[in-house]
């Protein structure tokens, strides 16, 4: 696609339930990271893939937390569980490879996520 | 550890003044690279600059520019004459070399541009 998309832009769950955010990158770029933004906080770095294979996940919080990018191409992030706590914006970003240290990430919209 | 501090929390400026942003960073690694990206109400984050460690010109985009300073560890961005689309959250970031793609993002600066 022309740009990094995310579904749904906002999503309200009761607490103890379970959310899967969908990510999908920017055609043909190798890398794609997920971030967690707090309101007034910088994004924060939860982890990241190279094709399929999750090169970094030291970011994830618990082990409620999880991702996966099974073909190589759109990431699902799901958190089973969910506390008040991960009430935050999740964004998703791609870049053409995390290898090449030069090229920049461009992100989505994100998915505000609202644990009541 | 990588760190990055953006000490203004918020800044208000009326339009046509300059204002600059200051971020300063802190790393080991010998090569990095530093980003701006710009949040506005919409929320989306929007890619501006990136600056490779080793390249200390500074830049020049229209109304932006762009100080880097190894010395200070400083990647203060300028915004001149500004204008009341120019509101919006900045937000300063850093990646090792070797970091894969990971950025560290300072806290921000929101900054208020008035008619």
């Known amino acids: 696609g022309a740009g990094v998309s995310q579904s749904p832009r906002y999503k309200v769950t009761k607490r103890g339930q379970d959310v899967a955010l969908r990510c999908d990158p920017i055609s043909g770029h190798v890398s794609l990271y997920w971030y967690r933004q707090a309101l007034g906080q910088g994004p924060e770095f939860l982890t990241y893939?190279?094709?399929?294979?999750?090169?970094?996940k030291s970011g994830l919080p618990n082990d409620r937390f999880s991702a996966e990018r099974p073909e190589g191409s759109i990431s699902t992030l799901t958190i089973q569980r969910t506390e008040q706590r991960d009430s935050a914006m999740y964004r998703c970003?791609?870049?053409?490879?995390?290898?090449?240290?030069?090229?920049?990430?461009?992100f989505g919209q994100g998915t505000r996520l609202t644990v009541v | 550890a990588q760190k990055v501090t953006q000490a203004q929390t918020e800044i208000s400026v009326v339009e046509k003044e300059d204002v600059t942003l200051d971020c300063v960073y802190e790393t080991r690694d010998t090569t990095y690279y530093l980003f701006w990206y710009k949040q506005p109400p919409s929320g989306e984050l929007v890619f501006l600059i990136r600056r490779n460690s080793f390249d200390e010109q500074n830049e020049i985009s229209g109304r932006y520019s762009w100080n880097f300073q190894k010395s200070t560890s400083s990647f203060n961005f300028t915004i001149t004459a500004s204008q009341v689309v120019d509101s919006a959250v900045y937000f300063c970031?850093?990646?090792?070399?070797?970091?894969?793609?990971?950025?560290?993002f300072g806290q921000g600066t929101e900054l208020s541009v008035k008619p």
């Open positions: 893939f190279n094709y399929e294979a999750q090169q970094d």
């Open positions: 970031a850093l990646r090792g070399y070797n970091q894969g793609g990971k950025l560290i």
């Open positions: 970003a791609s870049s053409l490879s995390g290898q090449l240290a030069n090229t920049e990430a461009f």
